[in-house]
C-alpha cells in the first residue's frame, strides 16, 4: 500500500473534467535523483521503471554520482552503481533491459559538470559496455549540462539528448531526442493540491500535445511528489512520471487495472422517486431494509460516478449516521453489526443473533411474526454469511455456518433466496435440511431459473450463482428476488419485513478492486429503486437504505462522471470505523435522521410495527 502521507487524501471533485483514457504501468515511471537511494539503480530496476536518472560529476575522466560536489565518494561511480548492474541484468535476461520483454529502459544521465568533458569521458566508459551501447532495449539520455546543439552529430549513435522546451532544433537533432523535459514552473507555480488554474492548464496541454505531435515523450520536473500530482500528470498525458518515492509510484502504478472503473456497464435508468407520503408520520406496514455490505459515502459516490452521475439512492430525502462499533471492538465486522441491526443488541465480533454473553436473541422476524408480519431475506451472496445471518441464526462463532443453515428450521421467515445451499443438502452432519423444510410446507430449490416460476408462500431458492459478482456475470439476480419476495409476500396482505443484502460491495473492497466496488454499488442501486417504486405504489411501506459498516478505507482520487470513470484507493484490506449512512424513503423516513448508534435502527422498526 500507499505510505501513509498518501492516505490522507480526499475526493478530488474538481477533477472531473480530464480523467486519463491511456494505460499507465511502472513502465511510464521515472527513477529521479536515483543514486539517493540506499540501492540506487536495483530499487527501481525491479519495479520495471521505464526510466532511471543519475546525476554525475565529471573528474580526471572519470563519473561519480552525487546530488552535489560536496556529497561525491570515491566509490560511487557511475560504472560501479548504475553500468554494471544494467549489464549483469542484461546478460540474465538474455540480451534485453526486461526479462521477456521488449521495453525499453531509459538511462538518464544528468550532467552536472561542463557538457564536453563530461561527455567525453561518458562515451569513453560506454566504449566498454557494447551490451548496453547496441542495445535496442536501452536508451542512453543526456540532461543537464549538455554540450552545444552544433556538437552533436560527432557524438556516438547511441547518445541521446533530452529535448528542452523554447530550444529550435534541426531534424538530424530532433532524430536524437527521445523525450522532452519541462519544468513545471515554466507554466505554473501549482504546489501540487487541488487542481492547476484553468488557463495555465490549457497551456501545458497545448504544449504536451505538440510534443507528441512531434513524436517525442513528455516528463515534467520540479512537481511535488504525490498522488495528486502523479494523476495530473497522467491526465495530461505525461509518458514519464517522475518520482522520489520508487516503491510507493511502482504499488500506485502497477495496480491500475484493479484502482479504476472505466466505465464499461451501462448505466441504469432510475426509478423517478414520487415521494408518495415520504415525510408523512403516517402508518407503515412493511419495512423494506436494504444492507450494501461494506457500503460507506465513497462507495456510494463511486457508484454514482459510474453511472453516469445518478443513482436512485440519491434521490432519497431523509438521511442519518449510525455509529458501527461492536461490544469488544472500535471496528465491527458483520456478524455484530448485523445483529446490532437484526436484534438490536452491540455484540461483539464474529457472533450471530447472540449478544455479547453469547445468549441467544430474537431477531425482527421472531418479533413480528406473533403481530402477523411475514418475512424474507435475500443476499447476493452466501445466505449463511454474517449480515443476513443475524436475521435468523444464533452461533458464537459465524464460520458455523452449518449451524446458522440449521437454525433456520425454527425461524419464521417466510423466503430465503442467495448462495450457500451446500450448507443445508451437503452437511458434515448428513441431516438433510430440504427435507425438513419440505416438510414444513416449504418450496426448496438451487435453481435460480425457477424462482419466477415458484408459487407457494415459503421457499427457499439457494443457487451457487447469487454468489457470483457482477463482473462475473451474476446479472439481475437482486432486483429481480426482491421484486419477486415483495409479489409473494404482499398477495398475502399482511404486513411483511424484507432484508436484501448487496454483499459483494463489502467483497469488492476486501479485493480492493474499485471495478468490483462500483459495479456492485450500480447493481445494489437497481434493487433500491425496485423497493422505492413498490414504496410509492403501496404507500405505506418505509425504505430504508444503510451498510454495516465501511470496508477497504476507500477514497477517491479522480473521476470523470460523463465518462463513468473512477479511480480510487484503498487504505486497508479490511473494514474501518467511520459512521456508515442511513438513508429512508416512505413513511416515518424522517425517524431516520441524526446519528445514532446502529441499533437504534432495529428499535426504529419495531416501534413501526407495533
Avoid: C
Avoid at 501545458?204 to 500530482?229: C, E, L, P, Y
Wanted: hydrophobic share 40%.
Amino acid at each position: 500500500m500507499l505510505r501513509s502521507s498518501f492516505l490522507s487524501l480526499s475526493l478530488l471533485a474538481a477533477m472531473t473534467a480530464g480523467a486519463q483514457t491511456r494505460n499507465y504501468a511502472s513502465i511510464n515511471a521515472h527513477s529521479h535523483n536515483d543514486y539517493e537511494h540506499p540501492i540506487p539503480f536495483l530499487t527501481a530496476y525491479f519495479r520495471h521503471y521505464g526510466s532511471i536518472e543519475a546525476d554525475v560529476f565529471e573528474r580526471n575522466g572519470q563519473l561519480f554520482t552525487a546530488h552535489t560536489e560536496e556529497a561525491i565518494r570515491p566509490e560511487r561511480t557511475l560504472e560501479k552503481l548504475y553500468l554494471n548492474p544494467l549489464r549483469e541484468q542484461i546478460k540474465k535476461n538474455g540480451g534485453t533491459a526486461y526479462k521477456d520483454s521488449k521495453d525499453t529502459l531509459q538511462l538518464m544521465i544528468d550532467f552536472k559538470t561542463t557538457g564536453v568533458p563530461t561527455i567525453k569521458a561518458l562515451i569513453k566508459i560506454l566504449d566498454r559496455y557494447p551490451d548496453i551501447t547496441k542495445n535496442p532495449t536501452v536508451v542512453v539520455t543526456i540532461s543537464g549540462d549538455q554540450p552545444e546543439l552544433a556538437l552533436w552529430a560527432q557524438y556516438p549513435d547511441y547518445i541521446h539528448f533530452d529535448g528542452k522546451r523554447g530550444f529550435t532544433y534541426t531534424a538530424a537533432q530532433e532524430k536524437r531526442i527521445p523525450m522532452y523535459s519541462v519544468d513545471i514552473k515554466q507554466f505554473t507555480n501549482w504546489n501540487g493540491k487541488g487542481v492547476i488554474v484553468k488557463e495555465e492548464r490549457a497551456k501545458i496541454q497545448q504544449w504536451v500535445d505538440s510534443v507528441h505531435q512531434a513524436g517525442k515523450k513528455v516528463r515534467f520536473w520540479g512537481m511535488a511528489d504525490n498522488v495528486n500530482t502523479w494523476k495530473t500528470q497522467m491526465n495530461m498525458g505525461a509518458d514519464y512520471l517522475g518520482t522520489d518515492l520508487v516503491e510507493d509510484m511502482a504499488t500506485f502504478l502497477s495496480n491500475r487495472q484493479n484502482l479504476e472503473y472505466n466505465g464499461t456497464a451501462a448505466p441504469h435508468t432510475l426509478y423517478n422517486a414520487r415521494y408518495v407520503n415520504n415525510d408523512s408520520m403516517g402508518k407503515v406496514t412493511n419495512v423494506i431494509l436494504l444492507i450494501g455490505d461494506g457500503m460507506g459515502l465513497a462507495q456510494i459516490y463511486a457508484g454514482f460516478t459510474a453511472n453516469h452521475g445518478q443513482l436512485n439512492l440519491l434521490q432519497m430525502k431523509n438521511i442519518g449516521f449510525s455509529k458501527t462499533y461492536s461490544s469488544d471492538s472500535y471496528i465491527t465486522d458483520s456478524a455484530a453489526g448485523g445483529t446490532a441491526m437484526a436484534s438490536g443488541k452491540k455484540t461483539n465480533n464474529r457472533y450471530v443473533g447472540v449478544d455479547a454473553t453469547a445468549v441467544r436473541i430474537p431477531a425482527i422476524p421472531d418479533i413480528i411474526a406473533p403481530k402477523g408480519y411475514n418475512s424474507a431475506l435475500i443476499s447476493a451472496g452466501d445466505i449463511t454469511d454474517a449480515t443476513p445471518a443475524a436475521f435468523y441464526g444464533h452461533v458464537p462463532e459465524r464460520s458455523m455456518e452449518d449451524s446458522i443453515a440449521a437454525n433456520f428450521l425454527t425461524s419464521p421467515v417466510s423466503i430465503m433466496i442467495g448462495g450457500g445451499a451446500k450448507h443445508f443438502n451437503q452437511r458434515k452432519d448428513g441431516k438433510d435440511l430440504p427435507k425438513l423444510l419440505q416438510d414444513k410446507g416449504y418450496t426448496f430449490s438451487t435453481n435460480l431459473d425457477e424462482l419466477n416460476n415458484i408459487q407457494s408462500d415459503k421457499y427457499l431458492v439457494l443457487d451457487s450463482r447469487a454468489e457470483r459478482s457482477m463482473l462475473t456475470g451474476r446479472g439481475e439476480f437482486l432486483t429481480q428476488s426482491l421484486e419477486k419476495s415483495i409479489a409473494s409476500l404482499r398477495k398475502q396482505n399482511k404486513g411483511f419485513f424484507i432484508m436484501a443484502e448487496g454483499a459483494q460491495i463489502d467483497y469488492g473492497g476486501h479485493a480492493n478492486i474499485v471495478p468490483y466496488v462500483a459495479t456492485e454499488m450500480m447493481d445494489f442501486d437497481k434493487a433500491i429503486g425496485a423497493a422505492m417504486k413498490f414504496a410509492d405504489e403501496d404507500g405505506h411501506t418505509l425504505v430504508i437504505v444503510t451498510a454495516d459498516h465501511e470496508t477497504g478505507g476507500l477514497s477517491l482520487l479522480d473521476g470523470n462522471i460523463s465518462k463513468g470513470y473512477v479511480d480510487g484507493h484503498f487504505s486497508t484490506n479490511d473494514h474501518s470505523a467511520v459512521m456508515v449512512p442511513v438513508f429512508a424513503y416512505g413513511p416515518h423516513s424522517l425517524d431516520f435522521r441524526g446519528v445514532y448508534e446502529n441499533t437504534e435502527i432495529f428499535a426504529k422498526i419495531i416501534a413501526l410495527l407495533q
